[in-house]
Each structure stands twice: as C-alpha cells, then as structure tokens.
C-alpha cells in the first residue's frame, strides 16, 4: 500500500473529472465520444500530479474503465485513505503565528476534517479582520488582512469560481532596499466568503501560493 499522496486541490479536480465522465457515461450513447472523453479525464487527472509514481499512476488510471454511478462512488472512496492531511494545529500555534493580535479567535478546531482542506480560512467579525493559514515550502505561514464584503458574486482568486466574495488585503511585509520608513503596500484579492466552500472547490495552489509569496516576501523555492 502506498503512502497519502493527493492533496485536497488534487482530489478536488478527481473528483471534478469523475463526475464529467460519469454523466457521459449515463447520458451519451457514442462510444467513440465516451472513450474521447475517458482519455481527456485520465489526462487532466495525471496532470495534476506530476510526480506520482507508477503504483499512484495504476490508482488513479482505475477511472478510465469506470461505467456505473456505484463504480465512480467506490472509485472516489477507495482514495479516500491516500489522501494527505493539512498538518493539524494547536490553538497556541495559531495564536504564535499572529503574535500582534492580541485576542485573537480560532476557529472550532475539533470540528475540522483537516484531509478536506488546502487552508485554513476564518472571519472574526468583530474586527472586520480574515486569517489565513497555508503550508507553503515546509513552514507554517499565517497571513491577516482586511475583509471587506462587497455584497456580490466574483471569481474568488483561491478557488477561481462564481462565489459570493470579500476583498480580502494584506499588508506586504518586505520593503524595496531604497523604501522609506513609511513605505507601505496593501496587496488585494477577491476572496470566497465562505472558506470551506473555497477548499471544497480549489484545484490549484498557483494563486494561493503566489499571494502568500507576495505578501510575506518570501522567495519560491
């Protein structure tokens, strides 16, 4: 048995994937474009996981001879135990990664499944403020920022789906060698209101990534 490998974002776009073929399956009668589509979906599949190993590569291919609702469902589950958990926190590790903020409140972290995640996400109402928590390079990264809800639906930056979204921005912490002591640069993004929708529906970590780089200054490695 192999060791978890798939990340949320990646069975998130399995998921996608299955589903697409599982509707070709029960509604398209030509086989020709049945089979099309089973090569488009193991592709886009792959893809997704550039550095799987052959044993990883023989599960997910499995998908390409599914034909039934109940074969796709066993499919799904069968990689449940493969997937690869968000590293599981501590409120005391929450807190030391936003030591300015003095009362700061953590979400019910009994009640996270953390295999269903890519980041932690949460609102504190009473200060307008969101958090942001990512495992970006081998380190436990927090971001804070602004959330202003701008009562409509967007393309959130995170998930790039149709959602009912925030501006969320944060305050760059690295400064131009030349800046001056009151340099300042709030960086900004259309976020999901709802953050455990937006990891339900994430199927790449680019954006994500990206703006953690840029806010914290650190370097892609």
């Given at each position: 048995m192999t060791n978890p490998f798939i990340r949320n974002h990646q069975y998130n776009v399995i998921k996608k994937q299955a589903n697409q073929l599982q509707i070709a399956c029960n509604t398209v009668s030509d086989r020709k474009v049945v089979e099309a589509l089973r090569q488009s979906v193991l592709f886009r599949i792959l893809e997704a996981?550039?550095?799987a190993t052959e044993i990883?590569?023989?599960?997910?291919?499995?998908?390409?001879?599914l034909n039934t609702a109940g074969e796709f469902q066993q499919y799904l589950q069968s990689l449940e135990p493969y997937i690869t958990e968000f590293v599981q926190v501590t409120e005391p590790q929450l807190k030391k990664l936003f030591p300015k903020v003095k009362k700061l409140k953590v979400p019910h972290l009994a009640t996270i499944d953390y295999r269903y995640i890519t980041y932690m996400g949460w609102h504190d109402i009473a200060t307008d403020k969101m958090f942001l928590v990512y495992h970006l390079d081998g380190q436990l990264i927090g971001i804070e920022g602004r959330f202003n809800r701008v009562n409509k639906k967007s393309v959130c930056f995170v998930c790039n789906r149709h959602a009912e979204v925030a501006l969320f921005s944060a305050v760059a912490k690295s400064k131009p060698a030349n800046a001056s002591s009151d340099y300042y640069k709030a960086i900004g993004n259309y976020l999901c209101v709802d953050s455990d929708n937006c990891n339900k529906n994430i199927m790449d970590v680019g954006s994500l990534e990206a703006f953690f780089h840029a806010v914290t200054g650190k370097r892609h490695t």
């Open positions: 996981f550039e550095f990883q590569k023989q599960l997910l291919e499995k998908v390409s001879t």
